[in-house]
T-cell receptor
Framework: KQEVTQIPAALSVPEGENLVLNCSFT??????LQWFRQDPGKGLTSLLL?????REQTSGRLNASLDKSSGRSTLYIAASQPGDSATYLC?????????????FGTGTSLTVIP | EPEVTQTPSHQVTQMGQEVILRCVPI?????FYWYRQILGQKVEFLVS????????KSEIFDDQFSVERPDGSNFTLKIRSTKLEDSAMYFC??????????FGSGTRLTVV
């Protein structure tokens, strides 16, 4: 089984600040790791997917890194905006898992203050 | 961009009633999933489906739950006799290969 922990649980920053969200997982035998965004009462929007052979992925102001050996991933958000306010979830499968089910962290709730 | 479509967006049902949640995965995807999220809690895996059969299921997915892909495009989750604790947001997801998941926008199920 995979345990996924996200720190901090909540974060409040002024607009324009750069920030880092952390995700750690217990079993490093993973195919990939995916970061999602969830707005209140809404679905999951995929932000970035990092394959196990990669160390980082970038999309616009977002950069995600992956260190399999230490069981960690970070999501870096540059120049934060109020529209970035949401809950950010990381999700990790298990390589040996036939269904490749994802294990989700509890998320980091981000508030960007205008 | 291709989407996973879920219907209805919100369903209210009486305890003990059967509900069917519907999903249309992305057409070339091969793996299909149901997850749920009880309010304020983690997103939890329910079941995965590949090649017209269940490939894995969690402890939550007991005899009250079933999945079906009746016509090659729809993917359904049935709860036979709903309980209050089944109230949650239910997400359908699909993927192909080792690509990431695409999730639907969810069905909020309220059991009263």
């Amino acid at each position: 089984k995979q345990e996924v922990t996200q720190i901090p649980a909540a974060l409040s920053v002024p607009e324009g600040e750069n920030l880092v969200l952390n995700c750690s997982f217990t079993d490093s035998a993973i195919y990939n790791l995916q970061w999602f965004r969830q707005d209140p009462g809404k679905g999951l929007t995929s932000l970035l997917l990092i394959q196990s052979s990669q160390r980082e992925q970038t999309s616009g102001r977002l950069n995600a890194s992956l260190d399999k050996s230490s069981g960690r991933s970070t999501l870096y958000i540059a120049a934060s905006q109020p529209g970035d306010s949401a809950t950010y979830l990381c999700a990790v499968p298990l390589r040996g898992n036939t269904g490749n089910q994802f294990y989700f962290g509890t998320g980091t709730s981000l508030t960007v203050i205008p | 961009e291709p989407e996973v479509t879920q219907t209805p967006s919100h369903q209210v049902t009486q305890m003990g009633q059967e509900v069917i949640l519907r999903c249309v995965p992305i057409s070339n995807h091969l793996y299909f999933y149901w997850y749920r999220q009880i309010l304020g809690q983690k997103v939890e895996f329910l079941v995965s489906f590949y090649n017209n059969e269940i490939s894995e299921k969690s402890e939550i997915f007991d005899d009250q739950f079933s999945v079906e892909r009746p016509d090659g495009s729809n993917f359904t989750l049935k709860i036979r006799s709903t309980k209050l604790e089944d109230s949650a947001m239910y997400f359908c997801a699909s993927r192909v290969g080792t690509d990431g998941y695409t999730f639907g926008s969810g069905t909020r199920l309220t059991v009263v």
